[in-house]
């Protein structure tokens, strides 16, 4: 069996670099940020809110969905999405014992 190039790094540091990919667009910045001050909404409402086509509002909210940042619930012919609070959490102590880790506070570059 080949291995890709990234399962030859610890597997935190791989379920890291997904949960940082998921965010490295600003629409999906931007759905997340939605979904927290609207508490849930439905598809139609988050395209309404950003600069692009429903197509590609639900290719983004299909990667977030992927990596487990939001959830979907179907409603009839609507799906309604939320945030998922536990996901949301993990990536938060995740990206903070990350950049703990970096210690800048003593680095000095030689």
């Known amino acids: ?9 610890e597997k ?3 379920e890291q670099a997904n949960l ?4 490295s667009h600003p629409a999906r910045l931007q759905i997340l940020k939605f979904i927290a001050e609207a508490k849930s909404c ?3 409402d988050i395209s309404d809110e ?20 939001i959830q ?3 409603e009839g012919v609507k799906t309604k999405y939320c945030l ?7 990536l938060k102590r995740s990206s903070l014992d990350f950049f703990d ?10």
């Open 1 to 9: 069996m080949v291995q890709s190039k990234s399962e030859l790094f």
């Open 12 to 14: 935190s540091l791989s």
């Open 20 to 23: 940082f990919k998921a965010l």
């Open 42 to 44: 439905i598809t139609g």
């Open 50 to 69: 950003l600069p692009l086509s429903r197509t590609t509002v639900n290719q983004h909210i299909k990667e977030l969905k992927a990596v487990g940042l």
């Open 72 to 74: 979907g619930e179907i």
């Open 84 to 90: 998922n609070v536990s996901k949301i959490e993990e």
């Open 101 to 110: 880790a970096l210690n800048t506070e003593t680095y000095t570059c030689k």
